[in-house]
């Protein structure tokens, strides 16, 4: 499928392109703005990638490019897991928020892609007059082997460290596998996102919904992270030293630790940390006994019964309080 462009629409090859965006709905069957010669909707560009085909785009694309791209999502009544994807050519540059939570396929690109990035990594391109993107998960996970251009990555040990400089969102998002991420420096929003298995330690600072959804695997921030974090945890770890508003909103299961105190949203709940606790602590963050001591401890409380469960659009539960 090939399509030429005269302006920058937005969310181009978007899987998730159905939902409300400031208050105004957005249809996967509307024909994409500023198309020469050609009349193709988001969805028919989705469907091309679904069936494995490659999109060839020439001219400039804007924000949430390829969002998702290879995820059979559950709100469309998909798996809720990785599937195969074809790639996308783009002739131009490319916007803020690209390949957040994209789980496989390439992006080809012959221009920049602005930041931040989403779940995403640069590698040796094979075609020549492009830049290749592949996802972050399906390089610690898949079987085959790129070359990364700036980044280091070791595949027998599945450890990726990440000292690029690039600010990155949905980082590792639904990693199954026990692979291990070291970001030197900050990262955006939803790290960890729906991940099942591997570590993700980042030693600056994370965005919005850190570890949200998270369903197993570790994610550890030696410093701040921000809104809603922890919210709709199903299972596995996250550690941080401070967060900004509430944690572990219509959390099911899993645990916070937090080195400052911070406020939880129900079900979640402060609790006594355990010898068992402070193990973890030390095995995931590095520091001493004394140190692991000092963190606090939060899980789902005992009036979870007093909570409803309410499927989301991804096929996700999160607990709301009765009235």
């Known amino acids: 499928m090939e399509l030429e462009l005269t302006s920058v629409p937005d969310n181009v090859c978007d899987y998730t392109f159905n939902f409300y965006w400031y208050e105004k709905k957005l249809e996967p069957s509307a024909v994409i703005p500023g198309q020469k010669g050609t009349e193709y909707t988001y969805q028919q560009l989705v469907n091309e990638l679904k069936k494995g085909n490659d999109v060839h785009i020439k001219g400039s694309v804007g924000g949430r490019f390829a969002y998702s791209l290879g995820v059979g999502l559950a709100h469309f ?3 809720g897991k990785s599937e195969a994807a074809g790639n996308i050519f783009v002739e131009g540059n490319v916007g803020p928020e690209a390949g957040m939570g994209m789980s496989a396929g390439s992006l ?3 221009g920049d892609i602005e930041q931040p990035f989403g779940n995403i990594i640069e590698v040796v391109s094979d075609v020549e007059g492009y830049r290749k993107f592949i996802s972050i998960t399906e390089l610690l996970c898949g079987k085959g082997v790129e070359e990364l251009c700036g980044n280091d990555f070791d595949a027998v040990n599945g450890k990726l460290i990440l000292d ?3 600010l990155r969102g949905t980082l590792a998002s639904r990693c199954n596998c026990d692979a291990e991420v070291l970001v030197k420096g900050d990262v955006y929003n939803g790290t960890g996102l729906l991940m099942e298995r591997g570590n993700v330690n980042v030693q600056g600072n ?4 850190t570890g949200a959804h998270l ?3 570790s994610v550890v921030v030696e410093g701040t ?3 809603f974090s922890g919210a709709y945890m199903k299972a596995g770890t996250l550690i941080f030293n401070d967060a900004k508003g509430y944690v572990g909103a219509g959390m099911l299961g899993g645990t916070i630790y937090s080195k400052k105190k911070v406020t939880p949203a129900p079900p979640a709940e402060k609790v006594r940390v355990g010898g068992q606790n402070i193990s973890i602590v030390r095995k995931l963050t590095g520091a001493g006994r004394v140190e692991s001591m000092l963190y606090n401890k ?3 409380g005992e009036e979870k019964e007093q909570y409803v469960k309410v499927k989301m659009r991804d096929g996700s539960i999160f607990m709301r309080k009765l009235d």
């Open 77 to 79: 009544g998909g798996s």
């Open 108 to 110: 080809y690109i012959t």
């Open 164 to 166: 690029d400089g690039i």
């Open 206 to 209: 994370a965005g919005l919904n």
């Open 215 to 217: 369903n197993g695997g």
């Open 225 to 227: 992270v921000g809104e």
């Open 298 to 300: 939060y899980e789902v």
